[in-house]
């Protein structure tokens, strides 16, 4: 039996060998200069305790918007009742990886731990683990709170993606991106394997992600993403990537009613149904998606192109087409019913570095329709309507520039279109312009 007073030499012993594998993988990340010592200690260590390091960001920014009370949720954040302009930190991230390797050298278990930290709170956004298997080096699982698999957008971390923030459509169909669940990735990693650019990704997750404080159904999401790394065309002078991606899942009834759209003699109303059978029938939700990625293969004036396409059916409620943290409620807390509609959307992205990568310009557009049954003025109250069925266009356009290697700005507007409708405060475009002036210091 160990003695107490030994057990704890053995426990400060390795968190004083993890603290210098973390200050070694800094300095390389750093400066990349090591010499032959620091480069023998650091393999040891590897081999023994595995590879621990920390990185970060933080994202301070100013916005004004087009008037006082923009809803501009999907930009950030609504705004004060009486404000159109705010200082914020979007957001700031603090990470921890620790990856272990076998003798040859093979990823054995990587482990993530992420927190998010603004003005507001600090949250937990990443916490998984995932497990390589090494015997045919083709399966790694992943469990715990970690990011969905599906389409591309929804991968591109928030550090490095150009546009301040993901579009309307990802924000509404994956709110929060990240969820708990367990994921199976086949993907081919021995030497020389010739489909070892194809991943596959399956994965089963609560369904309602950080948007709640947890699991409220019976129901799963189902996830499962092909994809294909960039593959360059040489003579060509680009490279060309993409996907397709699926999700099933829904949400349980606890009501004896729901809604969804149907076809009355020539015309799309939000129809009720009422029945006894229908509680904890799965209201549907069910993504359909594809996309691709160009780029040319220069280091000065390098153009790149991103777009994506999602349709399929989705669950919400009466007033929002978002995807519910939990059950949703009225002031009361009474149950509300579920409403299902048809939706599309889909974003595209242009971003050109101007000679070099330090300066870039950012075009992109994006458009939701949360139901592609009606639009215009078939939208109205008396069909069943509500703002929850407004289709939404957004035109982003910026100017992003690196200062040095842990510093960038980026300067954005966002013109939002509504489509005119016969709803209330949506029978013309709303004034709900946003302008962002964001920094982001990162190590």
Do not use: C
């Amino acid at each position: 039996m160990n003695h107490p007073l030994l057990l704890r030499k053995q426990f400060f012993t390795i968190i004083i060998v993890l603290f210098i594998s973390a200050s070694a993988y800094s300095q390389r990340t750093i400066n990349d200069v090591m010499d032959s010592t620091t480069v023998n200690h650091l393999l040891i260590i590897s081999k023994k305790y595995g590879s621990l390091s920390f990185s970060g960001y933080m994202q301070p920014q100013f916005q004004v918007a087009q008037s006082n009370g923009t809803q501009a949720e999907y930009q950030g954040g609504n705004f004060g009742e009486f404000t159109n302009n705010r200082f914020r930190l979007r957001r700031g991230r603090l990470r921890a990886d620790y990856m272990l390797l076998t003798d040859d050298g093979a990823p054995s278990t990587y482990f993530v731990l992420q927190f998010d930290g603004t003005e507001q709170g600090v949250a937990i956004r990443d916490f998984w683990g995932r497990y390589y298997e090494n015997k045919w080096k083709i399966l790694a699982v992943t469990v715990g709170l970690s990011g969905r698999p599906f389409g591309n957008e929804l991968q591109l971390s928030s550090s490095v993606r150009e546009a301040p923030e993901r579009g309307r459509m990802s924000q509404i169909l994956m709110k929060t991106e990240r969820d708990l669940g367990a994921t199976f990735t086949l993907n081919p990693r021995w030497k020389d394997a010739k489909l070892k650019n194809i991943s596959l990704d399956l994965g089963a997750y609560n369904g309602q992600g950080l948007a709640g404080p947890a699991e409220f159904d019976n129901s799963k999401d189902v996830i499962a993403r092909l994809s294909h790394k960039p593959y360059t065309f040489k003579k060509l002078g680009f490279s060309i990537a993409g996907g397709i991606s699926t999700l099933q899942g829904g949400l349980n009834h606890r009501l004896p009613v729901s809604y969804k759209m149907d076809n009355i003699n020539g015309t799309y109303l939000m129809v009720k149904d009422s029945s006894a059978t229908t509680i904890n029938k799965v209201a549907p939700r069910r993504y359909y998606g594809a996309d691709i990625q160009f780029a040319t293969t220069t280091k000065s004036w390098k153009s790149e192109v991103r777009a994506e396409i999602i349709s399929g059916l989705q669950t919400g409620t009466s007033t929002t087409s978002t995807t519910p943290g939990s059950y949703p409620v009225d002031n009361k807390s009474v149950p509300l019913p579920y409403y299902t509609r048809n939706f599309n959307g889909a974003y595209l992205t242009f971003v050109q570095t101007l000679n070099s990568s330090d300066n870039q310009i950012i075009l992109k557009y994006d458009y939701y329709d949360p139901n592609s049954k009606v639009k215009g003025a078939e939208i109205n109250a008396s069909r069943g309507l509500s703002a929850a069925d407004v289709r939404f266009d957004t035109f982003g356009f910026g100017f992003l520039h690196h200062f040095n290697p842990h510093f960038k700005a980026v300067v954005y507007y966002d013109v939002i279109k509504n489509e005119s409708t016969q709803i209330s405060d949506y029978t013309a475009d709303r004034k709900d312009n946003v302008f962002t002036l964001r920094t982001q210091f990162y190590f």
